[in-house]
């Protein structure tokens, strides 16, 4: 039901994207709209692992003692750092594909997902960036107001929006960094050919140096919070089955997985025919990692 309204509720923003979802998309054309259904996730995930890393380093929590409220955190740190702002009310369209992706993984898994401890479900992450993006504007987003309030959640969304700012400002204090300042830290980022001649993972290699993804998102955060140590960013095969971005306190390093790039390609193409994708090498870096979850990874990261 939420799956339903919600695609229904939402701009005109969301029908372009999902309808481009489908498209005869052997390759993503540059600013098309299966592009932006791409990025946009890709963005939000990048974001999510980000919030990881400021959990880690700004604010300086254990997130192991309760991992589900890390990872729920996580995901608004992910949605508060792509709201848009106020004067530019309608770059809105990275949490519209987050939305409609966190969806239509929920909509694949079906019943078949069953409950992670660890984390919220794909379609109440969908539902909460909704809520934040209300909260944030409810006048643009009046048509999510009936479809929250079927859920029982309108009437907190501006409370929670509001929340949500106020406990970033406390959490981060000085970490944040004003117009002009920057981190003495630096971000460095590397695109890793895959090993494998697999030519989705190729295609998604490209695809993600091309759109130069991790200078962008490094300099982002540079320019929003104040680190203590350098970190890195770095795309590269994690395997088969690891559909999903990940954050590893002990190398500090947050890693793009090319599956999870693969995963949002295929979703963007009508060639897309429901068989499960296969990855090439492990992932790098030692230590436990908080991967961004959800019911399109088939593989859990092991502890090496």
């Known amino acids: 039901m939420i799956k339903r309204v919600l695609t229904r509720a939402l701009p005109a923003a969301a029908a372009a994207i999902a309808m481009a979802c489908g498209a005869n998309a052997q390759e993503i054309a540059p600013g098309s709209d299966e592009d932006r259904y791409v990025q946009g996730n890709l963005l939000f995930l990048a974001y999510h692992e980000a919030g990881h890393l400021i959990l880690d380093q700004a604010v300086e929590v254990d997130q192991r003692a309760d991992r589900r409220a890390a990872e729920e955190i996580a995901d608004d740190i992910a949605t508060w750092l792509l709201l848009p702002d106020a004067d530019e009310p309608d770059q809105d369209e990275e949490l519209i594909a987050a939305i409609l992706g966190w969806l239509q993984s929920a909509d694949e898994a079906g019943s078949a997902a069953g409950e992670n401890p660890h984390y919220p479900s794909d379609e109440d992450r969908a539902s909460r960036i909704a809520c934040l ?23 907190i969304c501006v409370e929670e929006h509001a929340s949500l700012q106020k406990d970033l400002e406390e959490w981060l204090g000085d970490a944040f960094l004003t117009e002009g300042e920057q981190s003495d830290a630096s971000v460095n980022y590397d695109y890793r050919e895959p090993d494998s001649d697999d030519p989705a993972l190729q295609y998604a290699y490209q695809y993600v140096s091309g759109a130069e993804l991790l200078e962008d998102f490094a300099q982002d955060i540079v320019d929003f919070v104040r680190l203590p140590r350098d970190i890195s960013v770095i795309a ?21 997985c090319y599956e999870a790039v693969d995963w949002f390609i295929k979703r963007a193409s009508l060639d897309y025919d429901g068989a499960a994708e296969e990855g090439g090498a492990i992932s790098s870096g030692g230590g436990e990692e908080l991967g961004s979850g959800g019911a399109r990874v088939k593989k859990k990261p092991v502890r090496r």
Not at 133 to 149: C, I, Q, S, T
Not at 238 to 256: L, T, W
């Open 236 to 256: 590269e095969s994690c395997g088969a089955g690891q559909a999903e971005f990940k954050y590893n306190a002990e190398a500090r390093m947050i890693i793009v």
């Open 133 to 155: 993006l209300y909260g944030g504007n409810p006048d643009l987003y009046a048509d999510l107001a009936e479809v929250l309030w079927e859920e029982g959640s309108a009437d």
